[in-house]
């Protein structure tokens, strides 16, 4: 079935280093979401990517959508104790209803001071 | 945020038990969710509604029975539950239902279960 894979699972790292995650899909995507869910918190919607090759910034988050729309990308620079949580990516799922968002199962994200 | 807010915020609640979470949403969106989210699984769809008619089952078991009387409210009965079903049980609402079309979904705080 369809599946929407994240690498990696965990990463620590020490403030001020750059992190990186990535999403792949097993199927094309029309957009992909990504949400951070800060420890004990809930799911914020972050972002939405749509077009091919498309990249997004916001402040230090830089988002990337793959050009086969099949892999995404979330990349933080200069990371920051704000930053902990996990960021999950999440496309459509085919061959249900249109509301149905699949996610992926997201990176755990810790910063050392 | 209070843009979606449910109660309780948490829960313990034995296996012969009943009880209801309720979620309400103030974002005059169209469509609710309820999702599951257990440790070192992903978010789990389990119910869709929009404009207060269900459009998705993601084969949940009879032992949860949603309810959603308008499209600002939603509501999750729960019956004779089983410790496997002790989670954190998240409401979520968008503009419409099609993640195709790229609605965002906004989630509210959650309730956390647990079932004894």
């Known amino acids: 079935g369809q599946q929407v894979m994240q690498i990696p699972q965990y990463q620590h790292v020490q403030e001020g280093e750059d992190f990186t995650t990535y999403c792949n899909s097993s199927?094309?995507?029309?957009?992909i979401q990504w949400y951070k869910q800060r420890p004990g918190g809930h799911p914020v919607f972050l972002i939405q990517?749509?077009?091919?090759?498309e990249v997004k910034k916001q402040k230090r988050l830089t988002f990337q959508f793959g050009e086969a729309k099949k892999n995404s990308s979330l990349h933080i620079t200069a990371t920051q104790t704000t930053d902990v949580g996990t960021y999950f990516c999440?496309?459509?799922?085919?061959?249900?209803?249109?509301?149905?968002?699949?996610f992926g199962k997201g990176t755990k994200l810790s910063v050392k001071p | 945020e209070t843009g979606v807010t449910q109660t309780p915020r948490h829960l313990v609640m034995g296996m012969t038990n009943k009880k209801s979470l309720k979620c309400e949403q103030h974002?005059?969106?169209?469509?609710m969710y309820w999702y599951k989210q257990s440790a070192k699984k992903p978010l789990e769809l389990m119910f869709v509604?929009?404009?207060?008619?269900?459009?998705e089952n993601n084969s949940v078991p009879s032992r949860f029975s949603p309810e959603c009387p308008n499209s600002s409210h939603l509501f999750l009965h729960l019956h004779t539950l089983q410790p496997e079903d002790s989670a954190l049980y998240l409401c979520?609402?968008?503009?419409?239902?099609?993640?195709?079309?790229?609605?965002?979904?906004?989630f509210g705080p959650g309730t956390r279960l647990t079932v004894t």
């Open positions: 979520a609402s968008s503009q419409f239902s099609s993640a195709a079309a790229g609605y965002e979904q906004y």
């Open positions: 199927t094309t995507l029309s957009n």
């Open positions: 990517l749509v077009k091919s090759g």
């Open positions: 999440a496309g459509p799922r085919y061959g249900g209803s249109q509301g149905n968002l699949i």
């Open positions: 974002l005059g969106h169209n469509a």
């Open positions: 509604y929009n404009f207060k008619e269900q459009t």
